[in-house]
């Protein structure tokens, strides 16, 4: 079940045990309004970052910390989940993914956190892999690192353990981050190798993963571009280098 799923699932159970009121309203909401009675159906855990206006006319996009955002309409009546696509002469553009995309971007470009970073000669490109150190594909992705650098694409690892904060594979991350070589010790780990525990106070691990789970990621390795575009999976030297000439 993904974020949104999960998002809803809530809301649902919350109108079905009758501890919700029904949002409906006749002309158009003000954004705090809307934010009023949107708190009323959603459980306390859930907070609503932001509500923003969207190109498509009568609806507005609701953001929610950790979770993907849902859209509404301006009324305060219907409340939609999935993407807005917009139908052209060559084609459908999916605007929500547009949005999001810009989002991560801005992200991006504010990020002041502590990467791993395998940078080649000569720059090309660069990415974010939000990555964890048990994961086949993260192994594999990594195994091949030597090809995104030969490539120009600088590599930029930041930390998602899937299984959460308090895990092992956290755990071995975060002595890879805490180790003075961590670009060594982050490559032992993805070969299967053990290191010496280093638990420092200073890591930025749980920052990598709280924004990973801001910006939705369930799965690694995730590459995030410059340009916001999110990238699931792993993806061969070659491919990614196409993808990010496209």
Not at 93 to 111: C, D, H, M, P, Q
Not at 160 to 173: A, C, H, M, N, V
Request: glycine share 8%; aromatic share 8%; proline share 3%.
């Amino acid at each position: 079940m993904n974020n949104k799923e999960k998002l809803l699932l809530l809301i649902f159970s919350t109108l079905i045990i009758g501890c919700a009121e029904t949002i409906e309203a006749e002309g158009s909401n003000s954004k705090e309004e809307i934010k009023e009675k949107l708190k009323k159906i959603i459980p306390e855990s859930v907070e609503i970052t932001s509500i923003e206006e969207t190109e498509v006319e009568g609806y507005l996009e609701v953001n929610f910390n950790g979770l993907e955002s849902l859209y509404i309409s301006s009324n305060g009546k219907y409340l939609i989940s999935g993407d807005i696509y917009e139908l052209t002469d060559t084609g459908l553009i999916n605007k929500s993914e547009t949005i999001r995309a810009k989002k991560r971007k801005e992200i991006v470009l504010g990020l002041k956190t502590d990467s791993i970073s395998f940078t080649p000669k000569n720059i090309k490109h660069e990415v974010y892999v939000f990555t964890d150190v048990d994961c086949g594909y993260c192994r594999k992705f990594h195994s091949e690192i030597k090809g995104y650098l030969d490539l120009g694409i600088q590599v930029n690892y930041l930390a998602f353990p899937r299984t959460g904060l308090e895990s092992d594979s956290s755990k071995k991350i975060v002595s890879a981050w805490c180790n003075d070589d961590p670009h060594s010790s982050i490559t032992d780990l993805k070969l299967g190798k053990e290191i010496e525990y280093n638990l420092c106070s200073n890591n930025p691990v749980s920052e990598h993963f709280n924004l990973g789970q801001q910006l939705g990621i369930s799965g690694t390795p995730s590459i995030l571009t410059t340009e916001g575009r999110m990238i699931p999976g792993y993806v061969s030297p070659k491919e990614l280098f196409e993808l990010l000439n496209g």
